[in-house]
């Protein structure tokens, strides 16, 4: 297994990335492919012990940075460690490409570079969601923020197989985010998407209303790339207003103060069944190679837990199921109603 | 100040709704017009003291159910409370209209038998979202699930006038949801009607992420009735969620459980700062009336608070103050991109 990692992306880069690059090796004998400036690789390297490990570093000396608009950047920056590391993968010298940098970025560069897997309209953002009975993978997060609804038919089918090969749910619940269960309900675009799920070999259960993504009600949520980055951002939120709420009216009172003290160990447990850290990534679906992207304030245990998703993403072979999986999808016949209106 | 409430909407209609309407009629004096099924009403109005109050029943025998479908029951359920009372305010015979019943039911009632204001687009279902800082606006959420950008741009001049007006707010800050901050950013929608609003005579602070919307960021919303509808149900979820994944890590261990009565309070107030009782209910805006719907989960409190919100909205003139805002926005000049796809 050999995965290309840019060393660069991500808040805490590179330190992180060199420290979880080494664990990782030694760990499951991956070689990992650090990709981004030497000059401040190397040092971090000689830290750890990598005797008998396969940690190579390919110089690149420019960064695509967070506030870097992503479409400029992978044009004006081709010696960033993104667009070196996803040329790498391109080339076949490695089987993933992992990021923690700028998303659009990595999906501008994959897009460019590594190009769509042959069938596929438009690659899709996941990322993993936590709910009250585990996690759910909803996508796409903000790679179309218009889509047709041949777009979200392939998003299902790519989720689908993705949460069935890599996270292991055997026949996993497919649900089509919307404003109402019934299959009357919702924008245009998803009225014809639910048409086209129903008669898609994926186990489509219908629509889902925001209130039941966080509850386990499905495994897999499909959605346009502006309602998914709503969501997922919404999401963020609320879980910060209701931390600092809490905070807040507990340090009102004395009883309240101990009270907080005694449920600390509750808060840490609470965390840790929504921690992101055990997670590590999602994929970028839909694009001609395994690329998974990390949340920019990974650490090392996260990126090293999305170095283990992209080493199970390859060994479950999900591009090649996805290849195969475009052919048995129904196909759009007509015009859709959103084209003609 | 004359107010029809539909006495069977809700559910827990017509005894809290019953309840309310006493309370409020003694409070503030006004005429509170009960539509309903005469025999439920008046038995329960009867272990009221009603002395001096003003409380006429107009019979209805027929009831818009929860589970009926918005556009059918209007045309079949001719004689029901949401019918007949939205015939009441039509005709001038009251101030407003104020119901806990179907949501759907009173948009498409108000539609057919109120209509909308003269050059209004589409009418808009608004709620009031709490936040770290207090109650944000946010429209619409739910009547329109395609939209076109003149009729977001109706929103953001209805919701600022509301906010204004009724909620007492100087100024009130205005923000659409995107997919980023940048005005580049989001659906071409959202790109559309940030332009407008740019233009428009509103203190538009800009698009707001999902992020936003929980930290006081903004005081009013703007955004199409599907995304709307999955940011106020998803809230609904992820409340629930944590309530239930606190309880249950709380309630494992001997400390947690400790910890935990000594928190109640905090909890508590926590409740109290996100409490919709407080509120009572939201204005359908655009329709040629005073039109508030409440949750269909209403206490008599929440009742009470609506039929205040109703008082409000008729006193402070928001249905003229729409009618002469429409002249001065911006006009459309071009054919939408959306609408030449």
Redesign the interface.
């Known amino acids: 297994m050999k995965i290309v990692l840019d060393a660069m992306g991500g808040d805490f880069a590179p330190a992180v990335n060199v420290e979880a690059a080494v664990r990782t090796a030694r760990e499951f004998g991956y070689e990992i492919v650090m990709v981004g400036r030497q000059e401040v690789i190397r040092p971090l390297l000689v830290q750890y012990n990598t005797a008998n490990l396969t940690l190579p570093i390919v110089h690149a000396p420019e960064v695509i940075e967070m506030s870097d608009h992503p479409a400029t950047a992978v044009k004006t920056k081709k010696n960033s460690s993104m667009v070196v590391g996803m040329e790498i993968l391109k080339r076949g010298d490695a089987d993933a490409f992992v990021t923690m940098g700028n998303t659009g970025g990595a999906l501008a560069t994959a897009l460019f570079h590594l190009g769509r897997i042959p069938g596929i309209h438009r690659p899709a953002l996941s990322t993993l969601y936590p709910?009250?009975t585990g996690w759910c993978l909803i996508l796409d997060i903000?790679a179309n923020?218009?889509c047709k609804p041949e777009y979200l038919l392939q998003f299902a089918l790519m989720g689908s197989l993705y949460s069935e090969k890599v996270l292991g749910i055997a026949k996993p619940r497919v649900a089509l985010?919307?404003?109402?269960e019934e299959e009357t309900?919702?924008?245009?675009l998803?009225q014809e998407v639910h048409q086209l799920l129903k008669q898609a070999p994926i186990n489509f259960i219908g629509n889902a209303?925001?209130?039941?993504?966080?509850?386990g009600f499905a495994d897999v949520y499909v959605t346009d790339?502006?309602?998914g980055?709503?969501?997922?951002?919404?999401?963020?939120?609320?879980?910060?207003?209701?931390k600092?709420?809490?905070r807040e009216?507990?340090m009102?009172?004395a009883?309240?103060k101990?009270?907080?003290?005694?449920?600390q160990?509750?808060?840490r447990?609470?965390g840790k069944?929504?921690d992101y850290e055990e997670i590590g990534g999602a994929p970028l679906l839909g694009v001609d190679g395994v690329v998974i992207i990390g949340h920019g304030r990974s650490n090392a245990r996260a990126v090293r837990s999305a170095l283990r998703v992209a080493a199970n993403t390859v060994d479950k072979r999900v591009v090649d199921a996805i290849e195969q999986g475009l052919a048995r999808l129904p196909q759009i016949k007509k015009v859709s109603a959103i084209?003609s209106?």
């Open positions: 709910t009250t903000g923020s218009d985010v919307s404003n109402g309900k919702g924008s245009v998803v209303e925001g209130r039941h993504i966080p509850t790339g502006f309602t980055n709503v969501i997922i951002k919404l999401s963020e939120g609320m879980s910060s207003m209701v600092q709420m809490l009216e507990v009102r009172t009883p309240g101990v009270g907080g003290l005694l449920i160990d509750a808060i447990r609470m069944r929504t084209e209106a």
